[in-house]
């Protein structure tokens, strides 16, 4: 079930939309003194290939960038917590300039779903005359939102509203907000004023409760899907982001003052930015192309050099990811960045001598870009992680081939880039497999390594939500409940785990890329790549083979109980993709953008605009029913549920 497409011309917002937002609410910044705190939920169960360094010394990218945000428009009481550095963090503990904080941000991916609602739980225990706004965003909240919602009238918590989109959704709500605060009154009781008022109800992306009068949530109202950002350069520069990080600790608390910045080189040695946003291809297993709308969303190459410049000049950073999609998906806009870069120098030396960064391509797109790789070497590119998938092409096509996936990593490697190919098993795919065609694991992994590829992934196909497989894999049974008593949980949907399969010897699947990963990390190959190493890279080879070895060792750790349940256990199988437990409904009572099939629908009721103009404004934001006129509308001041 992916994401519904805006109207067409309607995708993407006005040029400079975002801007002259950002200058709104620093206007009125001035006379709230608000306190905010940040957290990215970190499940640390999923430690384990292949992300095991990245995971604890790479600053994630999206609560940076509402940090940014925050701090961009004026509110520099504003901190950043890591769950990755701060596991003992508790919501209910914390204190900020003082104070219990105005405003709780919680953003998590879908593996980290349990320790986001450990989060929002411990948060709804503050006593409720102080406890401050909780908004609850990420991946998480994008496409299964009612998951950060308790609908248990016995079991009240839940986050006080979802933002489904990006940067311009929250600044979005915080000028809604902020225009209605009156003298001293808590942010939260601003927004409940303004959720049972109708006043959110014209900004797209936003999911809230609608609650009874003993305070049980009834249904879920749904403003649509958002409007995204087109020209990125609109947004607030990374390096504020990282002045906000709260220090690594055991404490339940925050510390007094955030990470030095001489000091945030050693916690984030890796910086991640955001360069691009979406990709050409339509991939039924992936969630990317529905969510950008089908746009593909850029930065200038101008701004990406500053902002390697400062962030470089400002912490030190050296080495960088860049959160593509795809970012050879337009061969103009790639070179436009590329050569940008080639040509910016950083304290007098040449970019490529300063910085080291990489992102992710396809192959297709990799061969396109085969003239300029030696642009985007001088640019500083030293890894590309290319979606390869499977080199037959048989689970899914985007202009691979077996030549051309060898070609490819052969370009990359000739021009001092790492190769870093990412791979999918299936239930057709064998272990090995004979003749000349190489449809087996260790057939295609062999090659790779062959043609040049530093490090390598291998992840097991698993329902991805907001992907046009989703609701098949469950309504096939392909999707597991259980296995041998032991319920299927959030944490296990990264790929690590065969949670979803037809094959009658699904332990074998387990097994196969643990068997995957051992052919590819091993001793003999660390001391091949100390002698004859693929990468160009000093040692970059062998510290590959290095972490990717004791990756393995924590992946056997965490996966091999759940192997032996395959082998040994009754598995369970789903027949419905999971929905919504409360009921749902767009702002209109028309079904709701991010329910899942079969997700019910409450009885629409009107509500009444106050007067004044609260009423005007939102009245002439909000779209009108076909057959109705703006005479009836201002009548009956219906603008919702």
């Not at 801007?19 to 620093?26: D, E, K, N, T, V």
Request: include cysteine.
């Amino acid at each position: 079930m992916e994401l519904p497409r805006r109207a067409r011309g309607d995708e993407l917002l006005r040029p400079g939309e975002l801007s002259s937002l950002r200058r709104r609410l620093r206007g009125c910044a001035r006379r709230h003194d608000l306190a905010s705190v940040i957290v990215c939920a970190f499940d640390h169960r999923t430690r384990m290939l292949p992300f095991i360094y990245a995971d604890l010394h790479m600053a994630p990218a999206g609560v940076r960038a509402i940090g940014s945000a925050m701090l961009d428009i004026g509110f520099d009481k504003t901190r950043i917590v890591l769950q990755q550095w701060n596991r003992n963090f508790r919501p209910s503990q914390m204190r900020l300039d003082g104070r219990i904080p105005d405003l709780f941000m919680v953003s998590s991916m879908q593996i980290h779903s349990a320790a986001c609602r450990a989060l929002i739980r411990d948060a709804c225990m503050i006593d409720a005359l102080h406890r401050p706004l909780i908004i609850a965003g990420g991946p998480k909240a994008n496409y299964e939102p009612w998951g950060v919602f308790g609908g248990d009238a016995h079991d009240p918590w839940g986050t006080d509203v979802a933002v489904t989109g990006e940067e311009y959704v929250l600044l979005s709500l915080l000028e809604v907000l902020l225009s209605e605060r009156a003298r001293n009154e808590s942010l939260r009781s601003t927004f409940l004023r303004a959720r049972d008022g109708g006043m959110l109800d014209h900004v797209p992306g936003l999911v809230y409760a609608q609650v009874n009068s003993h305070g049980a949530i009834e249904s879920l109202v749904d403003t649509g899907v958002q409007r995204l950002l087109g020209d990125l350069d609109e947004l607030p520069h990374p390096v504020l982001g990282y002045r906000l990080l709260e220090p690594p600790s055991s404490r339940t608390t925050l510390a007094f003052q955030p990470l030095p910045a001489s000091r945030v080189r050693r916690y984030s040695p890796i910086g991640s930015l955001v360069m691009t946003f979406g990709c050409k291809f339509a991939c039924a297993y992936c969630p990317i192309p529905a969510y950008n709308q089908r746009q593909y969303r850029v930065k200038s190459g101008e701004r990406i050099a500053d902002e390697f410049r400062r962030l470089h000049d400002d912490y030190g950073i050296r080495n960088f990811f860049s959160a593509d999609d795809n970012f050879f998906n337009n061969k103009g806009r790639t070179l436009e960045i590329v050569e940008t870069l080639a040509r910016t120098e950083i304290g007098g030396m040449p970019i490529r001598t300063r910085i080291r960064w990489g992102t992710e391509v396809t192959v297709h797109d990799t061969l396109q870009m085969r003239d300029h790789l030696p642009t985007v070497r001088s640019a500083g590119v030293r890894s590309l992680w290319l979606g390869v998938e499977d080199m037959t092409a048989t689970l899914v096509n985007k202009g691979q081939s077996v030549g051309k996936t060898v070609e490819a990593l052969q370009l990359l490697r000739k021009h001092g880039i790492s190769p870093m190919p990412m791979m999918m098993h299936h239930d057709e795919q064998p272990l090995i497999s004979r003749g000349p065609k190489p449809y087996g694991l260790l057939n295609q992994i062999r090659l790779l390594r062959k043609a040049g590829a530093v490090s390598m992934q291998v992840l097991m196909l698993v329902p991805a939500t907001g992907s046009k497989l989703f609701s098949g894999t469950y309504t096939s049974q392909m999707a597991y409940d259980s296995v041998g008593g032991q319920k299927v949980e959030e944490h296990m949907l990264g790929g690590n785990y065969v949670i979803a399969s037809h094959h009658p010897k699904p332990w074998r699947k387990q097994l196969n890329m643990l068997l995957a990963y051992a052919y590819f990390y091993n001793p003999f190959r660390l001391l091949v790549a100390m002698v004859r190493p693929k990468s160009k890279l000093y040692l970059a080879d062998a510290v590959w083979q290095g972490l990717g070895m004791w990756g393995l060792v924590q992946t056997v750790r965490r996966t091999i109980g759940w192997n032996l349940r395959l082998r040994r256990g009754v598995i369970r199988r789903k027949v419905a993709a999971p929905k919504s437990p409360i009921p749902m409904r767009g702002v209109w009572g028309d079904a709701a953008d991010h329910a899942l099939p079969g997700t019910s629908r409450p009885e629409h009721r009107g509500r009444v605009l106050a007067a004044g103009p609260v009423r005007e404004h939102v009245i002439m934001n909000l779209p009108i029913l076909p057959g109705a006129d703006m005479e009836s509308v201002m009548v009956t001041g219906v603008a919702g549920p």
